[in-house]
């Protein structure tokens, strides 16, 4: 086994210079009467510059710490991991300035809370709990401490040590890390206050050493065999690591394929294309080894826009018209289109088919699913449409004399239709002519055809006139 000789806690004492507010660099401060069993220790400190007063001439031994106080102070200390760490405490708020610390310590095990979801945010710590959370450091770290006293404690309130701090404060009482408050009270549930805080430093730091234990891995694995990713995502996985309390914790990372994923030194698999690859992690002395397969699919391709072949349309009642919709890229996955129209008792649409309902004015919207990007059809809707069933006209057989005229006038049926428009025609305009109004003119002898048809069905019907000479 290997062993490394550290002084014990030695950084601590710069640390709390932190926990103690506003930097006052002083040797002689004027409040510690009353403290003199700690006054040799905190002016030793403060000349060193590890810790500071309150103020220029003021320590304030007498306050207390708070919890959130301490566990930064620790993890600091030990180098515990504050990226990427997260807790639960209703009392610990992710944007408070002490949440990645508690989050850090309640991922290593060395806090646990108080009770009902909650951390103690605000209360002062107690003698025993501070005993408890170093004691959990240095298991977690894998330190050794010598013991320099031998039998029990004989504090006339050892009861009152709840039983989860009893081995803590026992295994330290024996280092000669804490003392009591007197020679009769260890007073566990007392609060500990900055005295008592520099104190527990300065001895830590001058007079204790421990050994760290060279604690190898013995187990690795992972708690998910498969990890899906889309092209272009990454995702770091850790490993679950045994004992938890290992000290070389160096890893080795692999990949079967990198043009399918890569993985850098911290474990971040990044997806490149789709398929599969097996991710490994070795140990750094090459005895345990876990692997996990990395299943890589293509990424959606997003819709960017969506165009529609017209921005407005005009219909009759119970008319119909289709509205074509363009997604772009050409090339995006999901290209459905949700179709809607602002005003149903005017236009309704189905799949892009807009068919006209009454007279009046609606909206036509397109909207991608992906994205929803969406585009609009303004439709008008007129009054039905009346066809053209039939037409004939006043005359069918008429005699002229050459330079006489006449006027033909359609009869169209339905007398209401929409469009009575009519075109005319002559047969021999040698014979006779006719213009836009249905006016006849007689040109010369012979026989000509006058012929009219609406535009609305192309119902026409025909004229027979004769021309004479004078």
């Known amino acids: 086994m290997n062993f490394k000789v550290f002084t014990k806690f030695f950084a601590i004492v710069f640390t709390f210079s932190m926990l103690f507010g506003t930097v006052y660099a002083s040797t002689k401060f004027k409040d510690l009467s009353g403290y003199s069993w700690a006054e040799s220790y905190i002016e030793e400190l403060a000349k060193r510059e590890i810790i500071s007063g309150t103020s220029q001439d003021t320590f304030s031994p007498g306050n207390n710490v708070k919890r959130e106080e301490f566990v930064k102070v ?45 951390f103690g945010t605000g209360a002062y710590i107690t003698r025993q709990d501070i005993c408890v959370i170093l004691y959990r450091v240095l298991n977690d770290k894998g330190y050794t401490l010598h013991e320099t006293k031998t039998g029990k404690m004989d504090f006339e309130d050892v009861s009152e040590i709840s039983d ?129 397969i990395v299943s890589i699919e293509k990424a959606p391709i997003p819709v960017t826009d969506i165009y529609l072949d017209q921005a407005k349309i005009e219909l009759a009642v119970g008319e ?11 090339d995006a996955s ?84 929409t469009n009575k428009e009519v075109t005319w025609r002559s047969d021999n305009t040698s014979v006779a002519t006719v213009n836009l109004a249905g006016i006849v003119n007689a040109v010369s002898p012979g026989i000509a055809r006058i012929t009219a048809k609406s535009k609305d069905g192309e119902r026409g019907a025909t004229c027979v006139v004769t021309v004479v000479s004078r």
């Open 320 to 330: 119909a018209a289709s509205l074509y919709v363009t997604i772009m890229p050409v």
């Open 74 to 118: 620790i993890v600091n200390l030990f180098g515990y991991d504050t990226t990427n760490v997260t807790c639960n405490f209703e009392d610990v708020g992710v944007n408070d300035w002490y949440y990645p610390y508690v989050a850090a310590a309640t991922k290593a095990g060395i806090v646990n809370g108080v009770g009902n979801n909650k």
């Open 164 to 292: 989860y701090a009893k081995e803590a404060v026992e295994n330290l009482y024996k280092a000669e890390i804490i003392n009591g408050m007197d020679e009769k009270h260890f007073a566990p549930k007392n609060y500990a206050n900055r005295a008592q805080m520099v104190k527990l430093a300065y001895l830590c730091d001058e007079k204790k050493t421990y050994e760290v234990q060279d604690i190898s891995i013995q187990k690795i694995s992972f708690t998910n065999f498969v990890l899906k990713l889309l092209t272009g995502e990454s995702e770091k996985v850790d490993p679950v690591i045994e004992p938890s309390n290992a000290t070389n914790v160096k890893l080795i990372w692999s990949t079967s394929n990198d043009k399918i994923a890569t993985v850098s030194e911290d474990g971040t698999v990044t997806a490149i294309s789709t398929g599969t690859a097996t991710i490994k992690v070795t140990t750094e002395d090459g005895t345990q080894w876990a692997s996990y």
């Open 334 to 417: 999901n290209k459905k289109v949700i179709w809607s129209t602002n005003n149903e008792s005017v236009a309704t649409v189905k799949d892009g088919r807009v068919t006209a309902v009454a007279i009046g004015n609606a909206t036509i919207t397109a909207q991608a699913e992906d994205g929803g990007k969406k585009i609009s059809c303004r439709v008008t809707v007129t009054k039905p449409v009346v066809h053209v069933e039939k037409m004939s006209l006043n005359q069918q057989n008429i005699t002229l004399t050459a330079g006489q005229s006449t006027t033909l006038i359609p009869v169209i049926t339905p007398v209401d239709a």
